[in-house]
């Protein structure tokens, strides 16, 4: 083995990564349980939580930047410091979405306490299981995981547009809970977002262990060429 | 890509060591090929095998095919036209010292017997240009001897002189290892703008250099072809383990 020193910063890279993970992974959880308790400290703990993050995104982005000028990586080692760019990335975006949910939790607070027709429970479950996942196949290096995350979404993403449409109806209804019915909404929409960013996190495992590359795979493969259609 | 030289079952030896093993390739024309690998792999063995250059030490012996251009240069080409269709430049420049510019650029033409003197100052020039180096050496060319320039210019002179004879392929071994980042970029810039019109083989230590003049890149191993492929896919995703741990700097 040579570049010891190289295979060491990698190895270091991945470890802050993993920290960001658990950070990012936290918020999701202390924001879902600041929604199920209207706990404002667990939001103020969202808040100072998302200021970690996101100084640590800037930590990590500048020593894959370092490696990527000193080390001129190559093959495994160049995607791996793509997808952790990546991947730092969609796990600041998360902490992002546990950001937005506390701020909604702090309006909702104010309002009276409604039921409304949504699972956030189970769909904070499912989104944080996900990330959960997706890290956990980042630290195994494990693609085959991290495609059965993957296939996680599209139940995410059934449940939110059964949030979209119970909440509508809701607004449509009964116009004077059409304030709650939007937060639960953003609620919603912020943990399908999380699932998204799982998703990617998964995606750029993939890319890292096999070389592949499989965003869009299903629209890709439906959508008509552009350099046929004369667009390019 | 059209096939510039078509290798087939090539084998080398130094004495006993057999320094090359099985080489089937096909080396596209007009574009430019890197050829990777830790010292000692076979990769200047190889290209020596090119131009029939391996055989010049007793000791060596080749066996195989090399095809350029439909000429099998194993069968039955004479030394003059090899040398004539496959120009080489080597790592460190060797200009002739005692020789002026133009007349190390018209060597390989005089040697050939070539006399006339407005067509030669003519390919001197076209050269030196192909070359980028007619700007910085265009006033004084009779007098200046070629080991007055600096190493990058040298190296410049040497492959203008090489490409003076009109040759198919360019054989590069490691041409820019001695030369400082500037000279290199030239000579890099230099190998882009003459892919189009010459099948560039091109030896190197230096990855990066693969990756930025290379569109194919074979990676030797124990005299061993062990991948050729793409140099995108070579860098990004190489098939084979060993191709991955040597230029991911695992070992070599």
Redesign the interface.
Known sequence: ???IR?QQSLDELKDQLLEMGGMAEQAIQRATEAYRTRDLFICDLVSQGEIAINRKQREIDQAATDLLAME????????FILSAIKINAELERVGDSAENISQRVRKMEKMGAVEMPVDISRMASLASEMVRKSLQSFIDADAESARAVLAMDDAVDAMNRAAYKALTQVMMEQGELAPQALNALMIARALERVADHATSVAEDVIFWVQ?ADVRHSKSLKTAPDPHEMGAV | MGVGIEVSNLNAWYGANHTLQDINLNIPANHATALIGPSGCGKSTFVRCLNRMHETNPIARVTGSVLIGGLDIYANAKPVEIRRRVGMVFQRPNPFPTMSIYDNVAAGLKLNGFTNRHALDEIVERSLKHAALWDEVKDDLKKQSGASLSGGQQQRLCIARALAVDPEVLLMDEPASALDPVSTSKIEDLIFQLKSEYTIVIVTHNMQQAARVAEKTGFFLNGRMIEFDSTQKIFTNPTDKRTEDYITGRFG
């Open positions: 083995m040579t570049r190289f001129q990586p190559m093959a495994v080692d160049l995607r070389g």
